[in-house]
């Protein structure tokens, strides 16, 4: 078995030829800009979502972030016009979410429908399946 292992890599893997690795690049983490609190000082995802927010002063907030792709943790103060940008691009995130749960949903519903039709029209089910 070993051996029929080795000569399906040879078929695949020409002699002289090796795969390349490929390293992810690497960010310097940086401050995060104002006008875009979603996206990561640290690894550019934009899945930064607040774990608490508070109001600090007159129209500023205090907000604590986080990054779930790297583990980020941050915190500062923004002006409300900030924290209104970042509220909606929170939202557009939640409707792109429930966008794509109401599409899996669906894809799912009609695989389990299309599964009953076969299975009806097989003669496959019985009293003690309901």
């Known amino acids: 078995m070993a051996r029929r292992q080795t000569a399906k890599r040879q078929a695949i893997e020409p002699q002289g030829i090796t795969p390349r690795t490929t390293q992810a690049p690497v960010y310097e983490?940086?401050?995060?800009?104002?006008?875009e609190l979603h996206i990561c000082p640290s690894c550019r995802s934009d899945l930064?979502?607040?774990?608490?927010?508070?109001p600090a002063a007159m129209r500023k907030w205090q907000v604590e972030?986080?990054?779930p792709d790297c583990e980020w943790n941050g915190s500062g103060t923004y002006d409300q016009q900030v924290v209104d940008s970042f509220d909606?691009?929170?939202?557009?995130?939640?409707?792109?979410?429930l966008?794509?749960?109401k599409l899996l949903a669906?894809?799912?519903m009609e695989e389990h429908v299309d599964r009953f039709v076969e299975a009806l029209w097989a003669d496959q089910l019985l009293p003690e399946d309901f």
């Open 99 to 101: 966008h794509d749960l």
């Open 48 to 54: 930064v979502y607040p774990t608490d927010w508070s």
């Open 106 to 108: 669906r894809a799912n």
């Open 88 to 97: 909606e691009a929170l939202d557009n995130g939640t409707e792109a979410v």
């Open 65 to 67: 972030l986080r990054c």
């Open 29 to 35: 983490p940086v401050a995060p800009r104002e006008s």
